[in-house]
C-alpha cells in the first residue's frame, strides 16, 4: 500500500504529539511531509530528529507553505485558536483532505469552509473525539434525527457555582478526564468547549441547533452519539483517549491497530452516568447556541470574545466566571453581517479582539 503523505500544523502540542505517537506505531502507512510548531524550537526539532519529515516550520507565516504543497494527502491541523483557519482554507484549495482537531475554524467560518470543502472534494475528518464518534456511528445522515454529544463536564461538575467564579487557573486547568491544551482546557471548564463543538457539530453534519442535544457523562466512555428516525440511538464507546479518534482522523475511511485501545469491558467499565446539563450555572453554552442560532459573523464574534477572555484569565486577570461576561457583553454589541466573506470574518475576529482587550484594560483602571 502507498504511504500516506502527511503534515501537522501544530506538531509541538497535545494533539500533534499523540499523533505523532500514532505515526510512530504506523511507518509503513504514513510519510511525514512536514511539521509545524508555534514557538517550541527544541521540541520542534527533536521530533525532525526523530520523525524526519522533508521539512519543519516555526510560528505561523510557514503555514501557507505547507498547505499549498499539494504532496500532501491529508493535513492535520492541531493548532488552537484563530491560527487554524487560513491554513485549513488554503490546504482544501488547493485539494487537500484535513484532519481537524481545530475547532475554532468551523466557529469562525463554518458555512465557508464546508462550502469549499464540498467545492474542492476534499474530507473534513473531525478529530474532536464527540465528532469523531458521530462520524463512526453514521450511516446515512438523512436518516438521522438527533445528534447527542456528550460532555464530562469538567472540574467544577459538582463544585458550587461560587467555587467555580473563584477558581484558580489551576483548579481551571486540573480536568479530571483528559489532558490537554491550556485554552481548550478552560474552555471545558466553563463548557464553552461543548458550545463551540455544538456549533462545530452543526456545520460538519449540517444539524439544526435544535436536533443537537448536549447530555452530561463524567466517566467519558460515551464519545457521543446520534439517534435515527426509528428513535434507535447509536453510540461510540471507548476508553478516554485522543490517540484513537487521532488514528481513525488520518487514517480514514481505513482503520489500522496502531496504537490500540485496552480491550474494552462493560462489566469492569460497570455504571455509565448520564444528567442533564445546568445550562444556568454553565452560561456559556446558551451563548453558543445563541450565536450559532443567529449565524452570520456571530460565532466569530463569540469566539474571538471567547479567546481572549480565556488568555487574560490564564494570566490572571479576570475571574472564570469573567469570560461568559465578557463573551455576552461582545455579542450584546456585535452588529452581525450574514453570509460574510471570509475578509470580513477576519476583520470581524480583528475588531473583536481589539474591543475585547480595549475592554479587559479599561477593567483594570
Ligand atoms: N487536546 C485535546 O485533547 C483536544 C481535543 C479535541 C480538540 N482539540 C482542539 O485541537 C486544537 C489544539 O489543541 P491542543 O490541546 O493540542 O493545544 P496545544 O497543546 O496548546 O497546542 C497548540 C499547538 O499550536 C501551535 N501554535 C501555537 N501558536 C502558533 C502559531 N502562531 N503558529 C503555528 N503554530 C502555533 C503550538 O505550538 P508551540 O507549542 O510550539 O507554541 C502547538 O503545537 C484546539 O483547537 C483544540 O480545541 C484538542
Not at 467545492?119 to 445528534?147: F, Y
Not at 466517566?219 to 483517549?241: C, M, N, R, T
Request: glycine share 6%; with cysteine; aromatic share 6%.
Amino acid at each position: 500500500m502507498k504511504k500516506r503523505k502527511i503534515s501537522i500544523i501544530g506538531s509541538t502540542g497535545s494533539i500533534g504529539t499523540q499523533a505523532l505517537e500514532v505515526i510512530e506505531k504506523l511507518q509503513d502507512k504514513f510519510e511525514i511531509i512536514a511539521l509545524a510548531g508555534g514557538h517550541n524550537r527544541e521540541l520542534l526539532d527533536a521530533q525532525a530528529k526523530k520523525f524526519n519529515p522533508r521539512y519543519t516550520v516555526l510560528g505561523e507565516q510557514g503555514l501557507e507553505k505547507i498547505c499549498s504543497d499539494k504532496e500532501n494527502d491529508i493535513i492535520l491541523v492541531a493548532c488552537s485558536g484563530k491560527i487554524g483557519l487560513r491554513p485549513t482554507l488554503t490546504a482544501i484549495r488547493n485539494g487537500i483532505d484535513i484532519a481537524l482537531a481545530n475547532k475554532e475554524t468551523l466557529v469562525m467560518a463554518g458555512d465557508i469552509v464546508m462550502a469549499e470543502a464540498k467545492k474542492h472534494g476534499v474530507k473534513i475528518i473531525p478529530v474532536d473525539s464527540e465528532h469523531c464518534a458521530i462520524h463512526q456511528c453514521i450511516k446515512d445522515l438523512s436518516q438521522v434525527d438527533k445528534l447527542i454529544i456528550t460532555a464530562s463536564g469538567g472540574p467544577f461538575l459538582h463544585k458550587s457555582v461560587d467555587e467555580m467564579k473563584n477558581a484558580t487557573v489551576k483548579e481551571a486547568l486540573a480536568h479530571p478526564k483528559w489532558n490537554m491544551g491550556k485554552k481548550i482546557t478552560v474552555d471545558s471548564a466553563t463548557l464553552m468547549n461543548k458550545g463551540l463543538e455544538i456549533i462545530e457539530a452543526h456545520h460538519l453534519f449540517e444539524f439544526d441547533y435544535d436536533d443537537i442535544e448536549v447530555v452530561v457523562h463524567p466517566q467519558s466512555i460515551v464519545h457521543s452519539a446520534i439517534e435515527y428516525k426509528d428513535g434507535s440511538v447509536i453510540a461510540q464507546l471507548g476508553l478516554p483517549s485522543m490517540h484513537i479518534p487521532i488514528q481513525y482522523a488520518i487514517s480514514y475511511p481505513e482503520r489500522f491497530e496502531g496504537i490500540k485501545s485496552k480491550s474494552f469491558s462493560f462489566s469492569e467499565i460497570a455504571r455509565l452516568d448520564f444528567e442533564k446539563p445546568d445550562f444556568d450555572k454553565f452560561p456559556c453554552v446558551k451563548l453558543a447556541y445563541k450565536a450559532g442560532r443567529i449565524g452570520g459573523t456571530m460565532t466569530t464574534c463569540l469566539n474571538a470574545a471567547n479567546e481572549e477572555a480565556v488568555f487574560a484569565f490564564l494570566n490572571g486577570k479576570i475571574k472564570l466566571y469573567n469570560i461568559y461576561e465578557i463573551v455576552e457583553k461582545m455579542m450584546s454589541e456585535h452588529n452581525v453581517i450574514q453570509n460574510p466573506t471570509i475578509d470580513e470574518i477576519f476583520a470581524v475576529d480583528k475588531e473583536i479582539r481589539e474591543k475585547t482587550i480595549k475592554y479587559l484594560t479599561g477593567l483594570h483602571q
